[in-house]
């Protein structure tokens, strides 16, 4: 793969998997190519192949529904609350597991840390350090992204009917 980049990879939910897998999109594909290579009759294999895609990104385009997810415009705050969520899965490996594990209200407990800019060392849930309060906003994001932590492993005990 000299001078080639690496595919970006992408997020897709379940649901996306399970639409890539239907038989009737692969139909559609197949339709799309083969128009696609009709109407490049005469070209060379690079133009062909390059409409081709054209095509196959119009059908993808055409199934998609748009998610209620926030924009930057709509609620920036929204926005920042769902990246520092992903970092701590991502990079801290705050996943469902290790969230899990936190039986005994220390994710509240850490939210309310956060969002109370009184708090002191003295209230930090754990024994072991404790972080320092910076910027306000920052502050009140973390605060969010744990009680979103804590709103997600509810609802998976829910769901497995113990909550």
Do not use: F, N
């Not at 239907?22 to 060379?44: K, Q, R």
């Amino acid at each position: 793969m000299t001078g080639q980049t690496q595919p970006a990879l992408w997020r897709v939910p379940p649901e996306t998997r399970t639409a890539l897998e239907s038989p009737e999109l692969l139909v559609d594909l197949a339709a799309a190519i083969e128009s696609a290579d009709a109407a490049a009759a005469g070209e060379s294999r690079w133009s062909r192949a390059v409409a081709a895609a054209g095509r196959v990104r119009d059908v993808l385009r055409a199934r998609m529904v748009p998610e209620a997810a926030p924009r930057s415009c709509q609620s920036p705050a929204l926005l920042r609350v769902a990246e520092e969520r992903l970092r701590q899965i991502e990079r801290k490996r705050y996943d469902a597991v290790h969230d899990d594990q936190r039986t005994s209200g220390q994710l509240w407990q850490m939210a309310c840390w956060w969002a109370d800019p009184e708090s002191t060392w003295l209230d930090w849930p754990y024994v072991d350090g404790y972080p320092e309060h910076g910027d306000r906003v920052a502050d009140l994001v973390r605060a969010a992204a744990l009680l979103t932590a804590e709103a997600d492993r509810m609802l998976r005990l829910r769901a497995q009917g113990l909550a």
